[in-house]
């Protein structure tokens, strides 16, 4: 169990120190964190709206900050360059996260050209219900990604990695609010790259 542990806490500081040294991307973290875990107790009362918050607003501005404000050039904290962590990342990196919002974006075309969404639902009526099927197919979609890229790992590497990721990408809004909830404070004050990142103690100052 220790090993287990030891290796999320490992996955969590690699994630960290590699991809989120903007503080813009830090803080549509936090805002991303926040919403799904709101997202999270939406489940137990109406699972399709709480696909619809996941999907809209907390994906939509967690892998903004990715595409759009995290550093793509050589990484001098870490010495490494940009394809290289793309190549060693554990979980989504640019390329399949490409892969995955184009579902996510193609899904609501499919639904409203077939609203029976190829046979697979019994089609409904008005805006409402397009709205609470769409929520159902990106639950699927969203819980189809997370065990495909699970599964995935135990044959590239093994069963262990694969949880610990899992375990990792399900916890990872509670986590985000405790790292990153002074990254908009630090951005008001013209911070736009966090500068303790690399240095001794540094996982320790992000959190506080």
């Known amino acids: 169990m220790n090993d287990f542990f030891n290796s999320l806490q490992t996955q969590?500081?690699?994630?960290?120190?590699?991809?989120?040294?903007?503080?813009?991307?830090?803080?549509?973290?936090?805002?991303?964190a926040i919403s799904f875990v709101v997202a999270y107790a939406l489940?137990?009362?109406?699972?399709?709206?709480?696909?619809?918050?996941?999907?809209?607003?907390?994906?939509?501005?967690?892998?903004?900050?990715?595409?759009?404000f995290e550093p793509k050039g050589y990484d001098h904290v870490n010495q490494a360059t940009h394809e290289h962590k793309e190549d060693i990342k554990v979980g989504y990196n640019?390329?399949?996260?490409?892969?995955?919002?184009?579902?996510?974006?193609?899904?609501?075309?499919?639904?409203?050209w077939d609203r029976s969404f190829l046979g697979l639902m019994a089609p409904t009526q008005g805006m409402s219900g397009y709205l609470h099927q769409l929520g159902l197919v990106w639950l699927v979609l969203g819980a189809g990604g997370l065990v495909f890229r699970t599964v995935h790992l135990f044959l590239l590497q093994d069963i262990r990695t694969g949880l610990v990721w899992a375990t990792k990408i399900l916890t990872d809004p509670f986590h985000d609010i405790w790292l990153y909830h002074r990254a908009p404070l630090a951005l008001l004050r013209g911070e736009l790259i966090d500068p303790h990142l690399g240095m001794p103690g540094a996982a320790a100052r992000s959190r506080t």
Not at 94 to 112: I, S, T
């Open 43 to 68: 489940l137990f009362v109406e699972p399709a709206w709480a696909a619809l918050l996941g999907w809209c607003v907390s994906m939509t501005t967690r892998q903004a900050g990715h595409f759009f």
């Open 12 to 32: 969590r500081w690699d994630d960290h120190r590699y991809y989120h040294h903007s503080r813009i991307n830090q803080s549509l973290h936090l805002v991303s």
């Open 94 to 112: 640019l390329r399949r996260k490409v892969v995955l919002m184009a579902l996510w974006a193609a899904v609501p075309v499919l639904l409203w």
